[in-house]
């Protein structure tokens, strides 16, 4: 099970850091990820970490922006997401993956939190 949190409302210029929490199973060897869905658009990526931590890919959208980053000993994934802009609106969902690599499709992620959301006003 993955559940995440520290979603909330904030301005245009805002930070906000998302986390998630693993449980019934040790997520130390995966690779995890972040997508965001706003209203009536697909799941996007957003970023993926390798099970290390020594790679991380991103969307073009949230370079520079956002930092994703893990705790395996505490089973955990967070993303930082600094200089918030209202387009950034969405419900954030992390999802691990058992595929190596830092995948950036839906396809490539097993597992799926229920989704925390973020908006951000202008």
């Known amino acids: 099970q993955l559940v995440e949190s520290g979603g909330g409302l904030v301005q245009a210029g805002d930070s906000l850091r998302l986390s998630c929490a693993a449980s019934?199973?040790?997520?130390?060897?995966?690779?995890l990820g972040w997508f965001r869905q706003a209203p009536g658009k697909d799941r996007d990526f957003v970023a993926a970490?390798?099970?290390?931590?020594?790679?991380?890919n991103y969307a073009e959208s949230v370079k520079g922006r956002f930092t994703i980053s893990r705790d395996n000993a505490e089973n955990a994934v967070y993303m930082q997401m600094n200089s918030l802009k209202p387009e950034d609106t969405a419900v954030y969902y992390c999802?691990?993956?058992?595929?190596?690599?830092?995948?950036?499709?839906?396809?490539?992620?097993?597992?799926w939190g229920q989704g925390t959301q973020v908006t951000v006003s202008s």
């Open positions: 999802a691990a993956s058992v595929l190596g690599s830092t995948p950036s499709s839906r396809n490539a992620y097993r597992y």
């Open positions: 970490i390798n099970w290390s931590g020594s790679h991380t």
């Open positions: 019934g199973r040790s997520v130390s060897s995966d690779t």
